[in-house]
């Protein structure tokens, strides 16, 4: 089944400077890759996706980039704000596969002011 | 116009005893899931029910059974609670084929005593 790897466990930035987090995976038919935000006692939101047919994918300040040959992706967040703290999980999913998804362990973004 | 909601939100009980959660979804998905969320903020799929039907059943304890009455509802069910099922569980649902992203709950913070 699908391994998926997240790095780093924890990180802290301050505000205004970008914050970069690595997955990687293992089953090579993975075709969709989607980033949830979880906030302090809710549930996790996607705050952007990409698809194996694209390289990179922009929303404001928060960019996706894939690289399936190596099998990973990483999320780009610019201009980091308080707000942006949260626990960030990333995912692999094949999308014929009634949407299984194996997530990573997650990463605890701490933006301070 | 709440999307994917779970009741009760938080659930104290003692070992031994039987318990439900329920889930319920009005964005016409026809995918539902139930994760577990441990201490460590890892998020495990548990269950995957498409048009009531179950497809994806992970390495749970059978004390775990999900029951769809119907599309729109993933219920819960734990027998013979033990302190290790205390963790968050979270609902959540998508549409199999088409946009993919899974729509989360708030989650039922689950204490067992």
């Known amino acids: 089944g699908e391994n998926v790897e997240q790095h780093p466990s924890t990180l802290s930035v301050q505000e205004g400077d970008s914050a970069v987090i690595k997955c990687t995976y293992s089953?090579?038919?993975?075709?969709?890759f989607p980033w949830y935000k979880q906030e302090l006692g809710k549930g996790p939101q996607l705050i952007i996706d990409i698809r194996s047919n694209v390289g990179e994918k922009k929303d404001q300040r928060i960019a996706v980039t894939l690289n399936k040959t190596a099998k990973h992706f990483s999320l780009h967040i610019t201009e980091t704000q308080p707000e942006d703290s949260a626990v960030y999980f990333c995912?692999?999913?094949?999308?014929?596969?009634?949407?299984?998804?194996?997530f990573g362990d997650g990463t605890t973004l701490t933006v301070k002011p | 116009d709440t999307a994917v909601s779970q009741t009760p939100k938080y659930l104290v009980t003692q070992m031994g005893n039987d318990k439900s959660i329920k889930c319920e979804q009005n964005?016409?998905?026809?995918?539902m899931y139930w994760y577990k969320q441990d201490s460590k903020k890892f998020l495990k799929i548990m269950f995957s029910?498409?048009?009531?039907?179950?497809?994806i059943n992970e390495t749970v304890p059978n004390r775990f059974s999900p029951k769809s009455p119907d599309k729109a509802h993933l219920n819960l069910h734990i027998n013979s609670l033990e302190l290790g099922d205390s963790a968050v569980y979270f609902c959540a649902s998508s549409q199999a084929k088409g946009n993919y992203e899974q729509y989360f709950g708030p989650g039922t913070r689950l204490t067992v005593t």
């Open positions: 995912a692999a999913s094949i999308m014929t596969n009634a949407g299984k998804s194996t």
């Open positions: 029910y498409n048009n009531k039907e179950l497809i």
């Open positions: 089953d090579s038919a993975s075709n969709y």
């Open positions: 964005l016409g998905h026809d995918t």
